[in-house]
T-cell receptor
Framework: KNEVEQSPQNLTAQEGEFITINCSYSVGISALHWLQQHPGGGIVSLFMLSSGKKKHGRLIATINIQEKHSSLHITASHPRDSAVYICAVTLPPNQFYFGTGTSLTVIP | DSGVTQTPKHLITATGQRVTLRCSPRSGDLSVYWYQQSLDQGLQFLIQYYNGEERAKGNILERFSAQQFPDLHSELNLSSLELGDSALYFC?????????????FGPGTRLLVL
């Protein structure tokens, strides 16, 4: 049983499209993180959410605590957004669980 | 560049051997995390240290051990290596080690066990 489920597993979009990646979790969490992993392997933390919504540039992340669901949106997608996006949750006191990732390819 | 450094970048070794992976956190960060990323299991949390003390333990095998030194760098020791230990090992750091903190990831060490 995986505490974190992501969908879709793979996503191909045309440049400029609006993209949504979903994450569902099954237990109470302290926080939810969205991570980006580029083809070279490096991981960057995009957002930490405990409630509501955050925006950074063309990226928007939302979380609904009651529904145990989070979404990552990319507006006006660009080929440089091509990466694997990983949802991670922190369970009290300090346990971390990761989704299997969504591989995004943005075609020019 | 996250400010977290890991050495070595690549490591090739044989089954049964022992290796040590090293991580230096960002300046000012007191907490270090270790993660394993393999093709079949994805990313898994191994262990967390805060200011030299173990704070949380995840799916870390008994053959693996870690420590954080007074200068805050950390080492992950993997012993009696098996083929299945081949993976990317990431270190991350944060200031206080709290669950709602952003973690900064190192570039990873790619381990291949032959």
């Amino acid at each position: 049983k995986n505490e974190v489920e992501q969908s879709p597993q793979n996503l191909t979009a045309q440049e400029g499209e609006f993209i949504t990646i979903n994450c569902s979790y099954s237990v109470g969490i302290s926080a939810l993180h969205w991570l980006q992993q580029h083809p070279g392997g490096g991981i960057v933390s995009l957002f930490m959410l405990s409630s509501g919504k955050k925006k950074h540039g063309r990226l928007i992340a939302t979380i609904n605590i009651q529904e145990k669901h989070s979404s990552l949106h990319i507006t006006a997608s660009h080929p440089r957004d091509s990466a694997v996006y990983i949802c991670a949750v922190t369970l009290p006191p300090n346990q971390f669980y990761f989704g299997t990732g969504t591989s995004l390819t943005v075609i020019p | 560049d996250s400010g977290v450094t890991q050495t070595p970048k690549h490591l090739i070794t044989a089954t049964g051997q022992r290796v040590t992976l090293r991580c230096s956190p960002r300046s000012g960060d007191l907490s270090v995390y270790w993660y394993q990323q393999s093709l079949d299991q994805g990313l898994q949390f191994l262990i967390q240290y805060y200011n030299g003390e173990e704070r949380a333990k995840g799916n870390i095998l008994e053959r693996f051990s870690a420590q954080q030194f007074p200068d805050l760098h950390s080492e992950l020791n993997l012993s009696s290596l098996e083929l299945g230990d081949s993976a990317l090992y990431f270190c991350a750091s944060s200031v206080w080690g709290g669950p709602q903190e952003t973690q900064y990831f190192g570039p990873g060490t790619r381990l291949l066990v032959l």
